[in-house]
């Protein structure tokens, strides 16, 4: 006789404890899971915590809601700051004129001008070379003046001009640009560069920047932060060309960054940009890359003067604001069709490009979590809003347009800012290399 023997009643019978015994096991698992994920979180609030206040060493903690108190203080500092520098509507003064004592009456007569400007206009603002070509100047002067714009609650920006320079210093012999037979290059205008590749003259120029933001200034701008464009029979005494010039741009935008905002938390940051690159976006010959200030910098300056697009300007059709396809070329027999004639069109859609791009940058980081940050090597900032727009505006007249009949009087000047208001832009700036700007242009 055959003995089949069932086990299904069995395996019922132990089923309930099974479970039982199955859960425990994971509910101890999860639970082990659980307590080691919040320890290691509140670990890591703890490190932040401690690296927020620079107290990454090992020393003494600090109350971790003082901690959260004095980082949320130092943001809304910081955000008041930059609510502060947004619409800004300035003009540029020499280093010359900012510096010159009462008994320089040229230079008084010229600064007098501007600030009758700064009185009974919408300018809000004033950019003062610090650094030109011809070297870095901070005098009593200076100071007092700045004290004065600020009793009016002008913004101050110190322009700083890095890597070009109009006069040979000697004892910086070794880090300038040379020539085959070791004597010093010069640009086809004439001026020298110092390479932009040593942490010599690096260190030199975040030095200088220190010593600006102590002198009392708002925000300091960065101008020719890049190489020089025509370098094809320049030697670098240190720049080895294995890397991109735009690696080296970086790398200092970097450098500044983190030693500028260590030393002041809300300081406010800017570099001016070729304007073609509001439209093109990048010009590896001299190593400007928008894409790489878009962490760094709280403004971008591109120098949309309509006169210095020498080769043209043309943009594709923008359907998302039903906008047509526009080319203005830099010669014509017919001087309406320049695009030096074209102040308003050029102005507007070179900043609607640059927002474009940027915005599409700013955006495609959020998503793959890489959020833009303006924090300092021990994360003593904020996590900064998406870079804005001040563009630097023509108040200027170039001779080859004059001699075809084109000057930037008060009607193009004001076309151009129009044109930055109509794009949305965080102010602008009038560019005039003799400080005589054009108040029937500005409203008062």
Request: hydrophobic share 40%; with cysteine.
């Given at each position: 006789?055959?003995?089949?023997?069932?086990?299904?009643?069995?395996?019922?019978?132990?089923?309930?404890?099974?479970?039982?015994?199955?859960?425990?096991?994971?509910?101890?698992?999860?639970?082990?899971?659980?307590?080691?994920?919040?320890?290691?979180?509140?670990?890591?609030?703890?490190?932040?915590a401690?690296?927020?206040?620079?107290?990454?060493?090992?020393?003494?903690?600090?109350?971790?809601?003082k901690?959260?108190?004095?980082?949320?203080?130092?943001?809304?500092?910081?955000?008041?700051?930059?609510k502060?520098?947004?619409?800004?509507?300035?003009?540029?003064?020499?280093?010359?004129?900012?510096?010159?004592?009462?008994?320089?009456?040229?230079?008084?007569?010229?600064?007098?001008?501007?600030?009758?400007?700064?009185?009974?206009?919408?300018?809000?603002?004033?950019?003062?070379?610090?650094?030109?070509?011809?070297?870095?100047q901070?005098?009593?002067?200076?100071k007092?003046?700045?004290?004065?714009?600020?009793?009016?609650?002008?913004w101050?920006?110190?322009?700083?001009?890095?890597?070009?320079?109009?006069?040979?210093?000697e004892?910086?012999?070794?880090?300038?640009?040379?020539?085959?037979?070791k004597?010093?290059?010069r640009?086809?205008?004439?001026?020298?560069?110092?390479?932009?590749a040593?942490s010599q003259?690096?260190?030199?120029?975040i030095?200088?920047?220190?010593?600006?933001?102590?002198?009392?200034?708002?925000?300091?701008?960065f101008?020719?932060?890049?190489?020089p464009?025509?370098?094809?029979?320049?030697?670098?005494?240190?720049?080895?060309?294995?890397?991109?010039?735009?690696?080296i741009?970086?790398?200092?935008?970097?450098k500044?960054?983190?030693?500028?905002?260590?030393?002041?938390?809300?300081?406010?940051l800017?570099?001016?940009?070729?304007g073609?690159n509001a439209?093109?976006?990048?010009?590896?010959?001299?190593?400007?890359?928008l894409?790489?200030?878009?962490?760094?910098?709280?403004?971008?300056?591109?120098?949309?003067?309509?006169?210095?697009?020498?080769?043209g300007?043309?943009?594709?059709?923008?359907?998302?604001r039903?906008?047509?396809?526009l080319?203005?070329?830099?010669?014509?027999?017919?001087?309406?069709?320049?695009?030096?004639?074209?102040?308003?069109?050029?102005?507007?859609?070179?900043i609607?490009?640059?927002?474009?791009?940027?915005?599409?940058v700013?955006?495609?980081?959020?998503?793959?979590?890489?959020q833009?940050?303006?924090?300092?090597?021990?994360?003593?900032?904020?996590?900064?809003?998406?870079?804005?727009?001040?563009?630097?505006?023509?108040?200027?007249?170039?001779?080859?347009?004059?001699?075809?009949?084109?000057?930037?009087?008060?009607?193009?000047?004001?076309?151009?800012?129009?044109?930055?208001?109509?794009?949305?832009?965080?102010?602008?700036?009038?560019?005039?290399?003799?400080?005589?700007?054009?108040?029937e242009?500005?409203?008062?």
């Open positions: 006789m055959k003995i089949t023997l069932s086990f299904k009643p069995i395996f019922f019978l132990f089923l309930p404890l099974v479970l039982v015994i199955t859960s425990f096991f994971i509910y101890k698992f999860l639970s082990l899971k659980t307590f080691q994920a919040q320890k290691e979180t509140q670990l890591l609030k703890e490190k932040v401690q690296i927020l206040i620079g107290r990454d060493d090992g020393g003494e903690k600090n109350d971790f809601s901690i959260i108190e004095d980082y949320n203080k130092k943001c809304y500092e910081r955000e008041k700051i930059l502060k520098s947004e619409n800004i509507k300035g003009v540029y003064i020499t280093k010359y004129v900012a510096n010159a004592g009462e008994k320089d009456l040229a230079a008084q007569e010229i600064l007098n001008r501007i600030k009758k400007i700064v009185d009974e206009t919408e300018i809000n603002g004033v950019v003062i070379d610090v650094k030109d070509e011809f070297g870095f901070l005098s009593e002067n200076l007092k003046l700045i004290d004065e714009f600020h009793q009016k609650n002008i101050v920006i110190a322009r700083i001009v890095v890597f070009r320079e109009a006069s040979f210093n004892k910086n012999r070794d880090f300038y640009l040379q020539k085959k037979d004597t010093t290059w640009d086809g205008k004439g001026y020298f560069w110092l390479d932009p040593s003259v690096q260190k030199s120029i030095d200088l920047s220190l010593e600006t933001i102590d002198f009392g200034f708002d925000e300091i701008q101008d020719y932060l890049r190489f464009h025509d370098d094809q029979n320049a030697i670098y005494p240190f720049y080895d060309k294995k890397s991109e010039k735009k690696e741009i970086r790398d200092f935008y970097l500044i960054r983190n030693n500028l905002r260590e030393h002041k938390s809300d300081i406010i800017s570099v001016d940009l070729f073609e439209i093109k976006f990048s010009s590896p010959e001299i190593g400007q890359d894409i790489n200030t878009i962490d760094i910098f709280d403004y971008i300056s591109f120098m949309l003067y309509p006169s210095h697009f020498y080769f300007f043309e943009v594709k059709a923008d359907e998302k039903n906008l047509p396809a080319h203005f070329p830099a010669q014509d027999k017919d001087p309406n069709k320049v695009v030096s004639n074209h102040p308003y069109e050029v102005i507007l859609r070179s609607f490009s640059a927002e474009d791009f940027i915005s599409s700013f955006e495609e980081n959020l998503k793959l979590g890489r833009p940050h303006c924090l300092s090597q021990n994360l003593k900032l904020l996590f900064c809003p998406k870079p804005k727009i001040r563009p630097w505006l023509q108040n200027f007249d170039l001779k080859r347009d004059t001699d075809r009949g084109i000057f930037y009087d008060a009607q193009k000047v004001k076309a151009q800012i129009k044109a930055a208001q109509d794009a949305q832009a965080s102010g602008w700036l009038l560019w005039d290399p003799s400080n005589i700007y054009t108040i242009a500005l409203s008062r």
